[in-house]
């Protein structure tokens, strides 16, 4: 049986993936089972009858005694969970937890090309309190600073962990969304007959970046002028979404 994690952050599309991952009936992912959150964690079983992991317990034994047990007892091929740049970081109980990722686990490495859509997204699912998969209906305002410090720390966290783990299948939501042979392929790096995979999950965000941010002509502005680089992840005024 093959084991694997899906190594992202907040806000990237990994529900959606693992929902995917799940339609295929050889496989199964679980969601943030190392969260910070007790109740994150035990929601993150996705209704099957497992008890999320305590603070204390070594996550090593734990993860073999109940994720990968009951994978086997359930005869599939692959299963796997998410887990965020900083899961366990902050648990001195839970220091083996990457260690044996690194050595006994693949890793499809999920990113967003638009930083700030995913930041937006994020500031959105806080202000709200919005996790789930309902629709945003905020409206906020931005520090473009602020802005800029959470896309940067997006880009250092990809570029730390592409050092840190080699043979990463590299997956990016903008490929979920428009590129199916990534998905096929994906399967294939996971060990699984490649098949069309299927997903009822549904986007949070229905409308443009402007609708939601109140002083979307000065964040626009700042991007333009000073960092042409990001200017691709601005929205076209011309599309409706």
């Known amino acids: 049986m093959n084991k694997f994690v899906i190594l992202t952050e907040i806000r990237t599309g990994y529900k959606w993936l693992a929902s995917l ?3 295929h009936p050889k496989a199964f992912s679980f969601g ?8 994150v964690r035990q929601s993150s079983m996705f209704t099957q009858p497992l008890t999320a992991i305590k603070e204390k317990e070594d996550p090593v034994i734990w993860l073999k005694g109940n994720v990968e047990k009951w994978a086997m007892e359930k005869k599939l091929d692959v299963v796997g969970f998410k887990v965020n740049y900083v899961d366990g970081k902050y648990n001195e109980n839970w220091d083996s937890l990457w260690k044996y990722i690194k050595s006994d686990f693949k890793i499809i490495h999920l990113t967003r090309n638009n930083l700030l859509d995913r930041a937006l997204s994020e500031l959105l699912a806080s202000k709200e309190k919005n996790w789930s998969t309902h ?3 905020a409206k906020i305002h931005i ?5 800029l410090r ?3 720390r997006s880009e250092w966290w990809q570029k730390e962990f592409r050092k840190k783990f080699k043979g990463m299948f590299e997956l990016t939501y903008e490929e979920m969304m428009y590129n199916p042979e990534k998905l096929l392929e994906m399967q294939g790096f996971l060990g ?5 995979l299927g997903s009822h999950h ?13 002083n979307y002509g000065e964040i626009s502005g700042m991007i333009r002028e000073y960092f042409p680089c990001y200017k ?3 929205d076209d005024p011309q599309i409706k979404m």
């Open 232 to 234: 691709y992840m601005l």
């Open 192 to 196: 699984l007959e490649p098949q069309v």
């Open 21 to 23: 991952i799940c339609s």
């Open 143 to 147: 520090e473009p600073n602020h802005l």
């Open 202 to 214: 549904k986007k949070q965000r229905q409308f443009k970046q402007s609708h939601y941010i109140k």
């Open 150 to 152: 959470i896309m940067h």
């Open 135 to 137: 629709d945003y209906k």
């Open 32 to 39: 943030e089972i190392f969260g910070s959150v007790r109740g």
